[in-house]
Nanobody, 127 residues
Framework: QVQLVESGGGLVQPGGSLRLSCSAS????????IGWFRQAPGKEREGVSC????????HYADSVQGRFTISKDTAKNPIYLQMNSLKPEDTAVYYC????????????????????WGQGTQVTVSS
């Protein structure tokens, strides 16, 4: 049974930092990519970052490039999203998901490639 559990969300002031964790289990070795997505109220879910555990390839959305870092300790688990210099526009529910590969088209992570999703963790950036 595939399970993805996110943690680490919370309330932080602008300019602050948070580290999100994603613990993933139960999926086959064919699923090599982990992605982080976010969804703000009234907006579509968007890709933030993804990492391919086989090649180490990483990708970041332009909006978080240079501020967020995706990393992993082992081949599967856990996967982190270090978020620095947070802005109010980063406020959203953040989700991790798994896919067979990290597919990026025109700079956008293809969320339809991701088969399994966690329940999400709320990140609020506000003073």
């Amino acid at each position: 049974q595939v399970q993805l559990v996110e943690s680490g969300g919370g309330l932080v002031q602008p300019g602050g930092s948070l580290r999100l964790s994603c613990s993933a289990s139960g999926f086959s070795l064919g699923y090599l990519a982990i992605g982080w997505f976010r969804q703000a109220p009234g907006k579509e879910r968007e890709g933030v970052s993804c990492i391919s555990s086989g090649s180490g390839y990483t990708h970041y959305a332009d909006s978080v490039q240079g501020r967020f870092t995706i990393s992993k300790d082992t081949a599967k688990n856990p996967i982190y999203l270090q978020m620095n210099s947070l802005k109010p526009e980063d406020t959203a529910v953040y989700y991790c998901a798994v896919a067979r590969g990290c597919s990026v088209v025109a700079g956008t992570i293809r969320k339809d490639e991701f088969d399994y999703w966690g329940q999400g963790t709320q990140v609020t950036v506000s003073s």
